[in-house]
Structures are given as structure tokens and as C-alpha cells.
């Protein structure tokens, strides 16, 4: 919120008048000076009550050429002993009120944006020591202190010293209130941190400190006192492969590209094996993107690669066997179809790297009409009944456009709520036997019908 001059309280404006004023007697000049800017226009706030100050409350300039714009722009003071003599200021506007020496400081809002210039100038030629330009640098802090008070009480030019007493004092017990808050969320997270399997790290930037929790420690086998508080201790314990990356990743956080990361790195335990961590850092910033603070989360998922592992050694085997195997052979994941053997894709006319994009709407289109209702009565009763093993029979459309009889025999995990995770089904071409029995039944017909006829 940017505050317009005429909304300063009145005692705020009458002590910063007593400031320029003071400035101008101790440093012996003509003008001291506040300003506020306003896009590319400065206007005298403050004017010292001094002899010979050709600056009034309520001027205004545009600030190009100005010493001002300079101040404001860089952010940086600026002193000039003397404009005459530098080229660069020949066309400064407060060359044309005589004034050649000028030292000047940025006022800013608490938010960092510029609030205007605290300055003194003369009309003659000025080196200024040490001891008159921290007396500037003391007042400017005054300043920019009043302006963050007037911002976090919300002062008006009503405002009374009683009331201005009365909202410090709520502030601070505010302030009470939500310090202790903090200081009990911060036993909680504490707690947490230590009640859980994950590690952490807290790195303050700009206190250049590096903490590391004493869970993420345990991860890697070290009592809290055996291993330092040092990222470059941390990034140590990363596998030679991962190093890379992962440094990078850090880098990127630090250079204000990124924000977070999610990165799987081994990581050297005590003992002398490898642990997989997941890594999860992000990083804090401020209003104008730079990283003040990351923090990162480690999860040790060591058995979660080591049944992947597992998983992928038993699927291979599955394909293997699916293979070599005279059925066809599928492979559900949730709905959705990962693997199927030559065999299948053969009989539905596709590749095997096209078998992901069946569904099982697709696979239903092509069961026998008069089969579908079984077909998905059967499939539902037994998913409610979280069968491990079941088996449906139907007829399929072949690809020279006739039905087989065919026999799915399922093998079937499910989830906590019975929805099945995983679905490995062995389709059987069962025509042949079905036409046998069939054949069969025909046979027994007819030699029943011949014993009652010679009955």
C-alpha cells in the first residue's frame, strides 16, 4: 500500500521536519531534503527551514537527470562534490537553483519498493566525511522506520499519540500470541520429525546454515554426533552415478530456476551397502524470487526398488512362459492392459507394442452378443467376491469374422476396497472340445433314440 503525502500524520511530518532541519545546522548547507517519488515525478515532502534553501514543500520535477533518479534507481548512495566539473550532470535541473554538491540515500516502503530520497545539497563545492554521512544513514533508518510503523498500525492523519500507545500495545501482544503459536507448532513439527522414518535438512542461505535431522542420519546408519551438519558431508554419501544429478538439481534451486525437485538417488549407509532415497527439496523465496531457505524430505524406498525388482524378474518369467505357452496370455493392470502374448495380438490382427491401447469396452465388442450379459455377470460376481481364481467361458469374434469358444481363466490381486489391481488371464480356444462334446452329445442322442426303437 502506497501512502499519498497528504495522509502522513501530521506528528510523523512535523518530526521529520525537525530532522532536516537538524541536518542542515549540523552539516552547515542550505537545503536538507524528503522526497517522494511518484513514477518519474520527485516532490519536496520535506524542505529544511535553512537561508538561502531554494526548495519549497510541494515542488515537483521530473527526475530525469536528477540526482534523485540516480539514488532511486541503484538503489546506492550517491555523492557529488561537485556537478560542475562532471559532464554527466550537466543537464541536472538542480544545477539551474545553484545547487552543485549533493549526498543523497533511497527511502524505501517495508516491501522493498522505492519510497523516495533523503538528501542534502549546496551551492558550493563539498566533500562530506564519514561522521556526516552516518548521520544521514541514522536518519534515513528513522524514516523508514516511521514509514513501516505507519503500514503496520494502518496510521491516519486522525491518529492520536494515545491511540497510536494502543494499537502498539495490541500489536505486541498480537505479536505474543503468535510467537507462542509458532514456538508450539515448532515442538510439533519437531516431534513429527523425530516420531518419522523420513530424514530432513534445513539450509538457511542467508545465515549459511546447513542442518540435517537426526532421522536422516539414522537413514544412513550415523548416530546424530558422527556425522556433521555439512551439505558437502551429504552430498559425500551420494552414489558416484547420482552425484550429478542430484548436484545439479541443488544448483538450479540455488540459482532461482527452479523451484523444487523430485529426485531417486542412492545413498552410501554405514554399514557399507547402497540405500535408495527419494528427494524431495524445495525451496523458500522472497517477493523478488531469490531463495532464502530450502528444506528437503528423504524417504528411504530401498524395498519399494527391491519388490520392483522382484515384480519385473516375475513378469519377465511370465512373459517367458506366455510365450511358449499354446494360450493366450494377458496382462491387467487396474483396466488396463500392459502385456500381451504374440499368440493374442495374432488373433486380433495387432502388434504387441499396439495391445496397451485395448481396452476392455474393445475386448467386449467382440464376445457374442448372447454372451456379453454372462460374460459381465460372472466377471462382476466374482470381483465382489474377490476370487483369486476364476474362470468365464464365451464366444469371440475371430478375425475371418466367426465366433470360438473361448475360456478365460483368471488369476486376480485386489486393493483394501476389492478393486482388483492386477489381473493375469490365460484365454483358452476351447472350440474344438466344445464341438466334440457336442459331437458327443449328438452320439449319445441318437443311440439313445436306437435301444428305445429296438426296445
Not at 31 to 52: G, R, W
Not at 201 to 227: C, P, Q, V
Not at 238 to 265: C, G, M, P, W, Y
Amino acid at each position: 500500500m502506497m501512502i499519498s503525502i497528504k495522509h502522513f500524520p501530521q506528528h510523523f511530518i512535523e518530526k521529520w521536519q525537525r530532522i532536516a532541519d537538524l541536518l542542515a545546522v549540523n552539516l552547515g548547507l542550505p537545503a536538507a531534503l524528503i522526497l517522494k517519488v511518484n513514477q518519474d515525478v520527485m516532490e519536496v515532502m520535506i524542505s529544511s527551514h535553512s537561508e538561502n534553501n531554494p526548495y519549497h514543500v510541494g515542488d515537483k520535477e521530473q527526475w530525469s537527470g536528477l540526482y534523485c533518479q540516480e539514488v532511486i534507481q541503484t538503489q546506492k548512495e550517491l555523492l557529488v562534490p561537485n556537478a560542475l566539473k562532471s559532464a554527466r550532470w550537466k543537464n541536472n535541473p538542480d544545477l539551474k537553483r545553484g545547487m552543485i554538491a549533493y549526498y543523497g540515500l533511497p527511502i524505501n516502503y517495508p516491501d522493498g519498493k522505492p519510497f523516495g530520497t533523503i538528501c542534502v545539497l549546496d551551492n558550493v563545492e563539498k566533500h562530506f566525511s564519514d561522521v556526516q554521512k552516518m548521520l544521514l544513514h541514522q536518519f534515513k533508518n528513522v524514516v523508514e522506520l516511521d514509514i513501516a510503523l505507519i503500514h503496520s498500525l494502518e496510521i491516519t492523519t486522525e491518529t492520536t499519540d494515545a491511540d497510536l500507545i494502543h494499537q502498539l500495545m495490541n500489536q505486541n501482544k498480537q505479536l505474543k500470541l503468535e510467537h507462542e503459536a509458532l514456538r508450539k507448532s515448532n515442538e510439533r513439527n519437531k516431534l513429527a520429525m523425530k516420531a518419522s522414518n523420513d530424514g530432513f535438512i534445513d539450509w538457511d542461505i542467508e545465515k549459511d546454515t546447513f542442518n540435517i535431522s537426526a532421522s536422516m542420519k539414522r537413514l544412513l546408519g550415523y548416530a546424530d554426533h558422527e556425522f556433521a551438519d555439512e551439505y558437502a558431508r551429504l552430498e559425500q554419501m551420494i552414489h558416484q552415478d547420482d552425484k550429478k544429478a542430484f548436484s545439479e538439481h541443488v544448483e538450479l534451486l540455488l540459482q532461482n530456476v527452479t523451484e523444487r525437485f523430485d529426485l531417486v538417488v542412492r545413498m552410501h549407509h554405514k554399514n557399507g551397502h547402497f540405500c535408495w532415497i527419494q528427494a524431495r527439496w524445495i525451496a523458500l523465496r522472497d517477493p523478488q524470487g531469490k531463495s532464502l531457505r530450502i528444506a528437503g524430505s528423504h524417504t528411504d524406498i530401498t524395498k519399494l526398488k527391491e519388490d520392483a525388482q522382484v515384480l519385473k524378474a516375475s513378469e519377465e518369467k511370465i512373459r517367458v512362459l506366455a510365450e511358449n505357452a499354446s494360450d493366450s496370455v494377458l496382462l491387467l493392470e487396474g483396466d488396463t492392459m500392459t502385456y500381451a502374448s504374440q499368440r493374442f495380438c495374432d488373433y486380433f490382427g495387432i502388434k504387441q507394442e499396439e495391445a496397451c491401447h485395448i481396452t476392455i469396452p474393445l475386448l467386449l465388442s467382440k464376445v457374442h452378443p448372447d454372451d456379453v450379459p454372462h460374460y459381465v455377470q460372472e466377471m462382476q460376481r466374482s470381483q465382489e467376491q474377490q476370487k483369486e481364481r476364476y474362470s468365464v467361458t464365451f464366444r469371440m469374434l475371430n478375425p475371418e469374422g466367426n465366433y470360438d469358444w473361448i475360456q478365460n481363466n483368471v488369476t486376480a490381486t485386489y486393493d483394501h476396497s476389492g478393486k482388483p489391481i492386477r489381473r493375469i488371464i490365460q484365454a483358452r480356444d476351447i472350440t474344438d472340445t466344445i464341438s466334440l462334446e457336442h459331437e458327443l452329445n449328438q452320439s449319445m442322442q441318437k443311440y439313445r433314440l436306437y435301444n428305445d426303437l429296438c426296445g
